[in-house]
């Protein structure tokens, strides 16, 4: 029975980890594009990191949640199956209230509106954010997102990763960095090229005032 203990452990434990690193990739893919006129390489790199670490941060609420459910079924390492997850929100609301809060639009949005209202930069909500919205397409059944919370309206996502076999997890994150690293040398072009892509302003009234004087 331990051995069959140790397999969902490690299955489990590569999917969690996968999972962060899929938000991760993602988040430092919205950090970069919101970052690419930066041209101090070396601060740009943190803050992309940045990026993935607060993409990748909403599912730390999961964590006493994941024990808790591991720990009642006395699973190895009070790592849960996905059998446990049956349930368990609705019989535990006040574990599950971690992760719906860190996973609600209208923080995000409240939190963004702060940052708006002080000046503040604003690409660190968007990579919050886009941990979400891959979370409201991907999450289904029992883990269905509440986009809304407060206001409990559960969202239906279209697919469910955590069913993928390792392989598609691995293929599916392997697709991801290697976006990010196109991306990455995009922005790398458009840092260096960016000023002959834009007429200079003279050049957009230019020709308004040839035909102004022409007309008298």
Same mark, same amino acid.
């Given at each position: 029975?331990?051995? =069959? ?14 999972? $962060? $690193? ?5 988040? *430092? ?19 992309? =990191?940045?990026?993935?670490?607060? *993409? ?22 009070? $790592?849960?199956?996905?059998?446990? &997850? ?36 604003? &690409?660190?909500?968007?990579? &919050? ?8 397409? *991907? ?15 559960? =969202? ?7 069913? &993928?076999?390792?392989? *598609?997890?691995?293929?599916?994150? +392997?697709?991801?960095? =290697? +976006? ?37």
């Amino acid at each position: 029975m331990l051995g =069959v203990d140790r397999c969902f452990f490690y299955t489990l434990g590569f999917r969690a980890f996968v999972d $962060i $690193i899929s938000h991760a990739l993602i988040g *430092a893919i919205v950090a970069q594009f919101c970052l690419w006129k930066m041209d101090d390489s070396a601060k740009r790199k943190k803050l992309v =990191v940045i990026g993935a670490l607060l *993409a990748a941060a909403p599912d730390i609420a999961n964590i006493p949640l994941y024990l808790h459910l591991g720990a009642i079924n006395e699973r190895f390492l009070w $790592i849960p199956y996905h059998s446990d &997850w049956d349930g368990h929100r609705a019989a535990y609301p006040m574990m599950a209230i971690g992760w719906e809060i860190t996973h609600s639009l209208i923080l995000v949005t409240l939190v963004g509106y702060f940052l708006y209202r002080k000046k503040y930069a604003l &690409w660190p909500v968007l990579c &919050w954010a886009s941990h979400l919205f891959v979370d409201i397409l *991907a999450h289904t059944g029992e883990w269905a997102s509440v986009p809304l919370w407060p206001i409990y309206l559960k =969202v239906e996502g279209f697919d469910d990763p955590w069913k &993928w076999p390792p392989s *598609a997890w691995l293929f599916s994150n +392997v697709v991801l960095f =290697v +976006v990010f690293y196109l991306i990455s040398k995009y922005m790398e072009s458009w840092r260096i090229n960016y000023p002959d892509y834009l007429l200079p302003v003279e050049a957009w009234h230019q020709g308004w005032e040839s035909s102004h004087d022409a007309q008298g």
